[in-house]
Nanobody
């Protein structure tokens, strides 16, 4: 069974940092593009970052560039999202998603076919 499980969220003060993890199982991570998304109450789902399969290129939304870093450890079947210099507007449920794709394209949200259940990140003083 294909599974993606997010962890690492929590309550953090503005300016703080967290490391989110996406643990995968049931497929070979090497050949999958992985994306991170977030959704805040009353807002649409927003793509924040992705990392491609073959070339391992990374992409970031303008709102998080310079603050968030995505990485993957295929041997551990895990993708990480380091989130730094957090702001209250970063508060959201963060999801990881997977799509079997070999290339450098960062897919749209609707193209991913595997999703985790999300981890809550709350930035507040």
């Amino acid at each position: 069974q294909v599974q993606l499980v997010e962890s690492g969220g929590g309550l953090v003060q503005p300016g703080g940092s967290l490391r989110l993890s996406c643990a995968t199982s049931g497929f070979t991570l090497d050949y999958y593009t992985i994306g991170w998304f977030r959704q805040a109450p009353g807002k649409e789902r927003e793509g924040v970052s992705c990392i491609s399969s073959s070339e391992r290129r990374t992409y970031y939304a303008d709102s998080v560039k310079g603050r968030f870093t995505i990485s993957r450890d295929n041997a551990k079947n895990t993708v990480y999202l380091q989130i730094n210099s957090l702001k209250p507007e970063d508060t959201a449920v963060y999801y990881c998603a997977a799509l079997r794709l070999r290339g450098s394209i960062c897919p749209l949200a609707a193209e991913y076919n595997y999703w985790g259940q999300g981890t809550q990140v709350t930035v507040s003083s």
